[in-house]
């Protein structure tokens, strides 16, 4: 699929957020529940339209912000190099919003959901995508594992997104095992950190490795 076609499925999906919001609109009360904690519970309230379009309008916000940035990028940072694969990551993104947003007004309904378990099966499947594509992105300022040693040499940044995607790929199977299972939320925010902060920290020790064999 062409970028200029993500985009527009990817606002597809925003006007199908805004769509599901208007139809479900007469059933919600007032306020919406607007969040729940880690055991599915109501901890938060907002007032109408609000309660009920929060969700489209900041999908249509991360649609407007991810459609920019390509435009935006530096020389030698571009989503050019890799806009196919951004496309996708975008549409992942987009898809995973419009779930959460079905989810949560059919829950503000009064639906019965496990608002637990199907929004880890949600992230786990994210993690899965992006994961998959990880080692496809390119140097950039946006998207990826942005630190300082990827961003400064194109071996480390190649190296650590290879790592990073397989950690992505399996913290987010682990994710939909633990929300399948109702594990407690300690082994989500692991998988998660896991996944973050060990290609992170290998970024550096890739830096020092590519950057002392320069000096030989």
Request: glycine share 8%.
């Amino acid at each position: 699929m062409s970028y200029k076609r993500s985009l527009t499925v990817g606002f597809v999906l925003v006007l199908a957020a805004f769509a599901v919001a208007a139809w479900l609109y007469p059933s919600l009360p007032d306020p919406v529940p607007s969040h729940w904690n880690a055991a599915g519970e109501v901890d938060d309230y907002m007032a109408k339209p609000w309660g009920a379009f929060i969700t489209p309008l900041f999908m249509l916000g991360t649609w407007a912000v991810l459609a920019v940035l390509p435009k935006i990028s530096p020389r030698g940072y571009r989503l050019d190099q890799f806009i196919g694969v951004y496309g996708i990551v975008t549409l992942a993104i987009l898809v995973t919003m419009l779930v959460v947003a079905i989810v949560t007004l059919l829950a503000a309904t009064g639906a019965q959901l496990d608002l637990t378990r199907i929004m880890f099966i949600v992230i786990g499947a994210l993690f899965v995508v992006l994961g998959n594509y990880m080692g496809k992105m390119r140097k950039n300022f946006f998207i990826g594992i942005r630190t300082p040693w990827t961003l400064a040499n194109d071996e480390v940044w190649v190296r650590t997104h290879r790592l990073g995607g397989w950690l992505f790929v399996l913290a987010g199977f682990a994710i939909i095992v633990i929300g399948i299972l109702k594990c407690a939320p300690w082994t989500f925010m692991a998988a998660i950190g896991g996944a973050a902060l060990i290609p992170a920290t290998y970024s550096y020790f890739a830096y020092r490795q590519v950057d002392q064999r320069g000096q030989q």
